[in-house]
């Protein structure tokens, strides 16, 4: 199975607003509403952010939504703050049942 | 609150199998999907398979034949056997509970392949 497609990095200012895409197959991300995305911050475990696409896990701020359209989803982040500086990674579950990630995004706030 | 603990050598020899155990406690094993996750040095995550309680696996086509997870339910417990490893197989390897997402973490523990 191949990885899912992010772009390597983004970048935005405090304040700004900024989307991270992740795009697969109708194999998973078009054929199933289970994208999930997850934040990291170096040398810890990754934290689930936003799961079956757009809804948010308690405690995660509302400044994070998801969406999904055809065989691309996309994560936003509204109102960034320094601490949104961290790895994001997209994943789908999939036709044969496995799961799959995207490459990473580096989300920079300048 | 539900926490994950991964466990096993940190440092393996070539060709040799690597073996690792994830213990969960604050909740039962049952029901759920647990999975392996890794991450080299620099890289992105690669999930490598996920056993469900009841002993059904699933695992990456990439890795398919040299990866058996098990499940130890008397113990809350699940664990991976790598075999035939390689320096490519060097990462930080992460156990995590799931459903359709990964809700539940363990911290994560660096295995490195080397002689």
């Known amino acids: 199975q191949s990885a899912l497609t992010q772009p390597a990095s983004v970048s935005g200012s405090p304040g700004q607003s900024i989307t991270i895409s992740c795009t697969g197959t109708?194999?998973?991300?078009?054929?199933?509403?289970?994208v999930s995305w997850y934040q990291q911050h170096p040398g810890k475990a990754p934290k689930l952010m936003i799961y079956?696409?757009?809804k948010r896990p308690s405690g995660v701020s509302n400044r994070f939504s998801g969406s999904k359209s055809g065989n691309t989803a996309s994560l936003t982040i509204s109102g960034l703050q320094a601490e949104d500086e961290a790895d994001y990674y997209c994943?789908?579950?999939?036709?044969?049942?496995?799961?799959?990630f995207g490459g990473g995004t580096n989300l920079t706030v300048l | 609150q539900v926490q994950l603990q991964e466990s096993g050598p940190g440092l393996v020899k070539p060709s040799e199998t690597l073996s690792l155990t994830c213990t969960v406690s604050?909740?039962?094993?049952?029901?759920?999907?647990w999975s392996w996750i890794r991450q080299p040095a620099g890289k992105g995550l690669e999930w490598i398979g996920r056993?469900?309680?009841?002993?059904?696996?699933n695992n990456n086509p990439s890795l398919k034949s040299r990866v058996t997870i098990s499940v130890d339910t008397s113990k809350n417990q699940f664990s991976l056997k790598l075999s035939s490893v390689t320096a490519a197989d060097t990462a930080v390897y992460y156990c995590?509970?799931?459903?359709?997402?990964?809700?539940?973490w363990g911290q994560g523990t660096l295995v490195t392949v080397s002689s």
């Open positions: 604050g909740g039962s094993i049952s029901s759920y999907y």
């Open positions: 056993i469900y309680t009841s002993g059904s696996t």
């Open positions: 995590a509970r799931h459903r359709y997402y990964f809700g539940y």
């Open positions: 079956d696409v757009s």
């Open positions: 994943s789908s579950y999939t036709s044969t049942t496995t799961r799959v």
């Open positions: 109708s194999s998973d991300v078009g054929g199933y509403n289970y």
